[in-house]
């Protein structure tokens, strides 16, 4: 086992026997990654600092329940497993604070969208997508961020925002449409200035 699974084992079992100096180290190491994650959800900082906040609250209640006994890769693992409670807790406080579920489109012309496949949006780089994705609405935010960020397809992203596929489909397309629309606006302002 490396030094630093040791160490991240060490800090792990000091959290879950509430040593505050544990905490607060496993705080200061994930808590950037976190901040990352919370603000590609929300386009507002302090929003993004309380639902990281808000999941290390989580982090710690469940700790416990983190399976150490998987030596190998102890870092990934943690922060997979944390990931997923970022995420949960995003997607948990846009459904509560921005009507998240009740601003899908539920027009059945929306079933026959399809995904559109690779486009340059898909070309940009990951700091100009991230960007413009927090000009989205929290609805074309979350389902962009779950299936181009996070990998989800669009059954995992139906079933974990209780909508249908095509809705999934449907803002995703709608997420590009608007993301191409941010982005052209951005280049064109940047090439007007430039040229001035």
Same mark, same amino acid.
């Given at each position: ?67 150490? /006994? ?6 990934? %693992?943690? *922060? &997979? ?5 970022? +995420? ?75 909508? /249908? ?6 803002? %995703?397309? *709608? &997420? ?5 629309? +941010? ?14």
């Amino acid at each position: 086992m490396s030094e630093n699974a040791v160490n991240i084992l060490a800090l792990v079992n000091g959290c879950c026997n509430n040593d505050r100096s544990s905490q607060a180290s496993l705080y200061q190491w994930l808590q950037g990654y976190a901040m990352k994650i919370c603000y590609r959800y929300t386009s507002k900082l302090q929003e993004a600092e309380e639902l990281t906040n808000e999941s290390f609250v989580k982090l710690f209640k469940n700790l416990h329940s983190f399976d150490t /006994s998987r030596q190998l890769n102890t870092e990934a %693992l943690l *922060k &997979a497993w944390f990931k997923r409670i970022i +995420i949960n807790t995003c997607i948990d406080h846009l459904r509560k604070h921005h009507s998240l579920a009740g601003a899908h489109l539920h027009n059945p012309d929306d079933e026959q969208i399809a995904d559109t496949g690779q486009t340059a949006i898909d070309k940009l780089s990951y700091e100009e997508i991230i960007e413009s994705i927090k000009e989205l609405t929290p609805v074309y935010r979350t389902v962009f961020n779950l299936f181009a960020v996070e990998g989800m397809t669009h059954e995992e992203i139906a079933e974990r925002l209780q909508i /249908s596929v095509g809705a999934s489909k449907s803002n %995703l397309s *709608k &997420a590009r449409h608007n993301l191409r629309k +941010i982005i052209s606006q951005k280049t064109q302002y940047n090439t007007y200035v430039h040229a001035r």
